[in-house]
């Protein structure tokens, strides 16, 4: 996410934790108090809206590659399976219209857009499960990432770790701000 989204957000958790803080029962004392929002401030840390959002330095820094490639195996099967039961979805659509074009109800045009862009979402499907099934065969060490690198590198590997988090915060950034009508445009997607 940009860096103004992600200061966005951390405001908008301090805002809501103190919401929420205003609506739990009045106390006499503050002492008394704090103890009581301890369960609510780790229910709230737990839902995604509240949270503060995840960096890639983040990640990278605080996660072992193996618990990076199970998210990322998680995140991929997610994505290719919601992709599939779409795919599935076009697939009837494109039956239904090829039997309105027989019938004659609808134009020869219609049948060669929607097939068109059933095949694309199962090209995306393909390339979906192809990255998952790379992400899971990869051989990956025991440990951080930084432990995989001698101390006398490290200042120069965060530096690039903080140089690849920013070309990715920069093409999320450029996706967002696509004309509409581009592949991944503002219009095609939805969590932007």
Known sequence: MPRLLEEWRRRLARLLRGWAAALAPPSTSRLSLAPSLEPLTSALAACPATREPLS????????SLGVLRREAADALAALGSAHALVSSARFSQLQEVRQRVAAGQLPQDALQTMAADY???????????????????MRIPQGTAL??????LEPQARQHLASLAAEYQRGLLAQQFRPAGEPGGAASDADG
């Open 56 to 63: 890639v330095e983040q990640a990278v820094l605080e996660r």
């Open 147 to 152: 432990e995989q690198v001698g101390e006398e």
């Open 119 to 137: 095949q694309g979402w199962q090209s995306d499907q393909v390339r979906l499960f192809d990255a998952l099934a790379l992400v899971l065969r």
